[in-house]
């Protein structure tokens, strides 16, 4: 008997639901191997906590959209390519793959390229009060996505609980798109990616903004990520933070002890970015609209404007100024001629609450120049001894042992750092 199928279209994207007659569900008892797009979508449309979903070599078109997939805690539902040295490549179409309000999936090593908006966009399916969690991105690699416009390679909003690990993104949208970004997500880990465009273009390789908090940013590469290769924070529109913004009321978070009655509301905090290699790109990091981050341990090569920036996009008076940030343990090396400067600080921010402590700074071509103009003063930097990196020509940021900079930058990174 011929299985049902209904389609409806949602937010650009396809989805399919499928009657239960004629139809294979995929369950935790056995992997099953899908071959082309008719069977791929019939098989993530019935998947069952602890579904195994394997995806043949071969190219598969875009545009796959599923709405409510739910695994279990110990349960998850994975879909993966059948062999990681050959993955399946998802191709073209207005996006590569939506998931709206999904919990416990895992996409492990598959390929999204063309997409004309996102590669990948997972979303809470705008119920603010259940968002999209425990999700993990695997092995992905994304390519080529969107051109001049808001084009993300993975969007994430309101989603909790993640991970994104071991993944390559490559060239995204130019007008304001990121890598990855993040609106109103919490509690997640970005971790061993490479992330990489072709120049400084107005872009960002990791955003998170629109309440995102509790974020960690760990041993990735950037290589010319945008103007801004994390960008913690930004701007948001009111409607879409996660949770949303509450009128009135809560004083914790006041600036100045204020006794004001408006709750103080950020883009972001509580981020961390640690062990990061910075190669390139206009600024490795900036705090736009941030209350609280840490940046610690990374490796910044050659940055062409700044090696940070302090910003505030969102003027509204209840959101605090970006505030707050630890800038320690990093290794900057640059050319005076090729930047702006160390610090970029723009209006509206409250740079006095920043603290810098124990960074490395050397300008390669006039080591008298390496001492940075900071916005406050710094504890135990060093400055001008030569950090001697293995080989950058060939990519390799490390230092030997005799180094003195063997204790700041990624390569001294460590969990018990």
């Given at each position: 008997?011929?299985?049902?199928?209904?389609?409806?279209?949602?937010?650009?994207?396809?989805?399919?639901?499928?009657?239960?007659?004629?139809?294979?569900?995929?369950?935790?008892?056995?992997?099953?191997?899908?071959?082309?797009?008719?069977?791929?979508?019939?098989?993530?449309?019935?998947?069952?906590?602890?579904?195994?979903?394997?995806?043949?070599?071969?190219?598969?078109?875009?545009?796959?959209?599923?709405?409510?997939?739910?695994?279990?805690?110990?349960?998850?539902?994975?879909?993966?390519?059948?062999?990681?040295?050959?993955?399946?490549?998802?191709?073209?179409?207005?996006?590569?793959?939506?998931?709206?309000?999904?919990?416990?999936?895992?996409?492990?090593?598959?390929?999204?390229?063309?997409?004309?908006?996102?590669?990948?966009?997972?979303?809470?399916?705008?119920?603010?009060?259940?968002?999209?969690?425990?999700?993990?991105?695997?092995?992905?690699?994304?390519?080529?996505?969107?051109?001049?416009?808001?084009?993300?390679?993975?969007?994430?909003?309101?989603?909790?609980?993640?991970?994104?690990?071991?993944?390559?993104?490559?060239?995204?949208?130019?007008?304001?798109?990121?890598?990855?970004?993040?609106?109103?997500?919490?509690?997640?880990v970005i971790e061993g990616c490479t992330i990489r465009h072709a120049g400084v273009f107005n872009n960002s390789g990791v955003q998170a903004k629109g309440g995102s908090s509790d974020i960690v940013v760990r041993r990735n590469r950037?290589?010319?990520?945008?103007?801004?290769?994390?960008?913690?924070?930004?701007?948001?529109?009111?409607?879409?933070?996660?949770?949303?913004?509450?009128?009135?009321?809560?004083?914790?978070?006041?600036?100045?002890?204020?006794?004001?009655?408006?709750?103080?509301?950020?883009?972001?905090?509580?981020?961390?970015?640690?062990?990061?290699?910075?190669?390139?790109?206009?600024?490795?990091?900036?705090?736009?609209?941030?209350?609280?981050?840490?940046?610690?341990?990374?490796?910044?090569?050659?940055?062409?404007?700044?090696?940070?920036?302090?910003?505030?996009?969102?003027?509204?008076?209840?959101?605090?100024?970006?505030?707050?940030?630890?800038?320690?343990?990093?290794?900057?090396?640059?050319?005076?001629?090729?930047?702006?400067?160390?610090?970029?600080?723009?209006?509206?921010?409250?740079?006095?609450?920043?603290?810098?402590?124990?960074?490395?700074?050397?300008?390669?071509?006039?080591?008298?120049?390496?001492?940075?103009?900071?916005?406050?003063?710094?504890?135990?930097?060093?400055?001008?001894?030569?950090?001697?990196?293995?080989?950058?020509?060939?990519?390799?940021?490390?230092?030997?042992?005799?180094?003195?900079?063997?204790?700041?930058?990624?390569?001294?990174?460590?969990?018990?750092?």
């Open positions: 008997m011929n299985s049902k199928r209904a389609l409806w279209f949602v937010g650009g994207v396809f989805f399919a639901a499928l009657g239960a007659a004629g139809s294979r569900v995929a369950s935790a008892s056995e992997a099953m191997l899908v071959r082309n797009a008719q069977e791929f979508r019939n098989a993530v449309s019935t998947a069952k906590p602890g579904a195994r979903i394997q995806v043949a070599p071969g190219e598969y078109p875009g545009g796959f959209g599923f709405s409510n997939l739910r695994g279990e805690s110990g349960k998850p539902i994975v879909i993966e390519a059948a062999d990681p040295k050959n993955p399946p490549v998802f191709k073209g179409s207005g996006g590569g793959l939506y998931l709206s309000d999904p919990c416990y999936v895992e996409l492990r090593n598959l390929a999204f390229t063309g997409a004309r908006t996102n590669g990948i966009n997972i979303d809470d399916g705008g119920s603010y009060d259940t968002p999209a969690h425990h999700i993990v991105l695997s092995g992905l690699r994304v390519t080529d996505i969107g051109s001049n416009g808001n084009q993300d390679g993975i969007k994430l909003s309101g989603v909790d609980d993640f991970r994104v690990e071991g993944c390559t993104i490559e060239r995204w949208g130019i007008g304001g798109g990121s890598a990855i970004d993040m609106v109103g997500c919490h509690n997640g950037f290589e010319n990520a945008g103007d801004r290769a994390v960008n913690i924070g930004g701007s948001t529109g009111r409607p879409f933070f996660r949770p949303p913004l509450r009128e009135g009321g809560d004083k914790s978070i006041a600036p100045n002890g204020s006794v004001a009655p408006a709750v103080f509301h950020y883009e972001a905090r509580a981020i961390t970015v640690e062990g990061n290699v910075f190669i390139g790109g206009g600024a490795a990091v900036g705090f736009v609209g941030c209350d609280g981050a840490i940046v610690r341990f990374n490796t910044l090569y050659r940055p062409t404007r700044w090696a940070l920036r302090i910003l505030q996009e969102t003027r509204d008076p209840d959101f605090v100024p970006s505030r707050n940030g630890e800038f320690s343990d990093n290794l900057i090396v640059f050319r005076w001629n090729e930047w702006r400067g160390a610090v970029n600080v723009g209006p509206g921010t409250a740079p006095e609450t920043f603290r810098f402590a124990r960074n490395f700074w050397y300008c390669e071509n006039d080591p008298a120049r390496s001492r940075p103009a900071l916005p406050t003063q710094e504890a135990d930097g060093i400055y001008g001894q030569n950090p001697q990196l293995r080989d950058p020509a060939k990519g390799d940021f490390g230092v030997g042992p005799q180094s003195p900079a063997a204790r700041c930058g990624a390569h001294a990174y460590s969990s018990e750092s």
